[in-house]
């Protein structure tokens, strides 16, 4: 069985970032790419869920991040390209920060904790 691969530019607006600081709710490390559930607030101040969505598995295991390299409770700065859609609390990620600690990606290979 095939699986087709969308464009991220379809569902983000690419052309544009922004920076979210919150704390981690979960972190799914599936296919076809892992997300990375966070709490933080949004433009206006209200606290609101987010989705981070972020490479595929394979990918991120290539770069020294395994499924225990974020978890429930890390507080975490995201920058990513927001959705398209103003009700979905969206981004495709582009770098994380875990201040706790000074990880970081894009960077140097991730450090297994």
């Given amino acids: ?10 569902d983000y607006a690419e ?6 600081e919150g704390d981690v709710v979960s972190f799914e490390y599936r296919n076809p790419h892992a997300w990375v559930y966070f709490t933080a607030s949004d433009g206006s101040g209200v606290l609101r869920k987010y989705g981070a969505e ?6 991120l295991e290539q770069q020294g991040i395994g499924a225990s390299q974020i978890r429930s409770g890390d507080h975490v700065m995201i920058s990513g390209a927001p959705s398209r859609s103003a009700t979905t609390y969206n981004v495709h990620l582009k770098s994380i920060q875990r201040p706790a600690d000074g990880w ?10």
């Fill in 1 to 10: 069985m095939a699986y087709a691969h969308h464009s991220f530019a379809r």
């Fill in 15 to 20: 052309d544009r970032q922004i920076s979210l």
């Fill in 54 to 59: 972020w490479a595929n598995p394979r990918r």
């Fill in 104 to 113: 970081t990606w894009p960077g140097a290979r991730g450090s297994r904790r």
